[in-house]
């Protein structure tokens, strides 16, 4: 079902010096599949993240949101990440705290550091206890096989009813440093009904101080993650992390200021955005890939408020489905954004080449063959132009197919 | 596939003194239906309404607004309501302006009224033009068919794609005096697309000062029509209209702080409610009625922003379709609504009579077949408590099925 999901061949995921990835079989829900990772870090490296909005999130985040804090209260760097899949430790209270903490514990013991220099992910059903025992359990096996090329080893490890492995990675030269950049992600291709999380990790080799890290991952989010929907439900365990090993020979970046920065930010959201794809293009039931671009605003606010409008309506999305040239509904999702003073009569709306609606009303040039024309198209660009300013947003999403609502209506037993 | 829809009997729909409703065959998108429909009142009648927050509001939204600011300004009253279904003139820009207007000058000069005392609404299709010539010849027909007792017909003149038509009758005793109201509605059961309007209409003879109407109607209609939602998409062309004709011989009510406002307002809040609930009843491939409950908030904003965030969640929506206990999804859903403060620690759920989850996490004593065993019901009551104040806030909604896909994605030949 994925929509033009590229093939990855794993020979071409470039190991990223200072990262070693190891996975297990632990039986956190189901057997026979990896649903632990471990990701260690040489020394040295830094690391930041953003993490779900949701106010019940995950014990998982609560718990990386404290290490990570401690971190920058001068304690001592991160040097592992564990993921499980199968079960998300969301709302699951103070049992569920204790347990994310746990799972720290063990494998700080394990492998010789400390609790705080490791940051749990949880991704799977909420609202049952995580089964710490099996956990823990797998954690030796996973340390055991830990090697640098196993990044499309552990893109499975994460995937829970994800239908493809998610990954990606580049090389760029930077004041003449290569930097190596490899990221992973999952979520959204979701099978059974209870596993919404999304999770990204992108590691690169240049050294990135941590306030600029710190700055640079949020930024990243907000033009990669932060743009994609599938159907609007954000997660209690949503959670984006970059890891910067500081092993390239590029001097390390300390300010924003500079061209190196500039140069890396320029690759890590390239990046990023097409692990934020992969996820849409593997979206629960998705047949059409959907961009859609809100232009010419007041503000980036204002335009990614109209692109939601457009991209989470379920009138929208069926229509597209349908290859149905429904267009009107795209100008009602507009006029319902809330952007109250939104003069309607200005706004311009384009269908890939096809110019559907002028000045608020239909284009009298407008054919609804050539709108359907492009909507049979299964990669589709959503153009408006508010006619308010010079912001503008971009947004990825799919469609909303009779395969989203058995995916989600299957029962999970 | 309507749930629990009752069965209306046309006789029980009782006339209301002072209106007339008479429709035609006017082949506006489709031959050998009712969809022109005009309600005539006596002179001396009020009308107040509330319209859609759309930016993209229909021409005739625009021109019932104005109509009524006169009115408002020391005009003559309004004296016909006219309604058209099969295109909703949104989208259509100073054509469809023109013809809204066009719509009120013809049925004037039939009726010999003034056309500012004409209010249009039309519900179908966007973005196409209103087919102004067989509109006009249709008036005629309507005009001369004109009955009191034509609610039944009525009702059946504003569906579209709704599977059934709506309508609800009730008279109450206030101070002694008999008033009657009765009231029809149309939306959400849309078969075809394109189809999204939420069209109310509720006469009573009652007589109401201007100033107090306006306030009746819109505490009405957050307590009724503002409190559905089947798929979050607000039509362009939403309206919902209060007529008070005066016929009764309860005394004027010229006062918000009377008795018998108060029992007026109770009768009108019912009959509202129960027109907004036969909407959802007849949702777009709905199979389950649901009312979301969200108490103990700091105030009914917030109350109601967690109401909307679980009753428009497609993975709530299809987790109820399946009957499927999957409940950490409505504890994903309130963490998400953007109570930025939201203690989740404090948070109460109940399904029907089932204790859920207590203090944010599972009851220790919650068992999954107790969950589905109210999952399979019809008729489900999601209760929310927040622990934060006094403020609680109610709506009604329906599941996300196969048919609301099919539904949609029918294509609109």
Known sequence: MAVNFPSIDPAQLHPVAGVALGYAEANIRKPNRKDVLVISLDEGATVAG????????????????????????????????VVNTGNANAGTGESGLAHARET?????????????????????VILEPLPIDRLKAGLPAALECRAAAHWFEAAQAIMTTDTLPKAASRQVTIDGHTVTLTGISKGAGMIKPNMATMLGFL????????????????????????????????????????????????????????????????????????LAQLIVRDGEGATKFMTVQVEGGANEGECRQIAYAIGHSPLVKTAFYASDPNLGRILAAIGYAGIADLDVAKIELYLGDVHVATKGGRHPAYREE???????????????????????????????????????????S
């Not at 998982?60 to 001068?74: D, N």
């Not at 720290?104 to 799977?124: K, M």
């Not at 365990?237 to 890396?264: C, E, H, Q, R, W």
Request: proline share 3%; hydrophobic share 40%; charged share 20%.
């Open 104 to 124: 720290c514990t063990e494998l700080a013991r394990l492998a010789g550091i400390a609790p705080e220099q490791v940051l749990p992910f949880s991704t799977g």
């Open 203 to 274: 590691a690169f080799d240049a050294a990135v101080a941590q306030d600029v890290l710190d700055a640079l991952v949020k930024d990243v989010a907000d033009r990669s993650f932060n743009c994609i929907t599938i159907d609007g439900d954000t997660s209690t365990n949503d959670s984006f992390m970059l890891i910067a090993t500081g092993k390239s020979s590029l001097p390390a970046v300390t300010s924003t200021n500079t061209p190196a920065y500039a140069a890396l930010r320029e690759a890590v959201v390239a990046l990023a955005q097409t």
């Open 50 to 81: 953003v993490f779900t909005s949701n106010r019940f999130c995950a014990a998982p985040v609560t718990v990386c949101r404290e290490h990570l804090a401690k971190v920058r209260e001068g304690g001592k760097g991160i040097r592992a990440l």
């Open 370 to 412: 050539d709108g359907q024309r492009v909507m049979k198209e299964s990669e589709i660009t959503i153009r408006v132009q508010l006619g308010r300013g010079s912001a503008q947003a971009t947004i990825w999403t799919c469609d909303l197919s009779h395969d989203y609502v058995s995916i989600n209506a299957d029962y999970r």
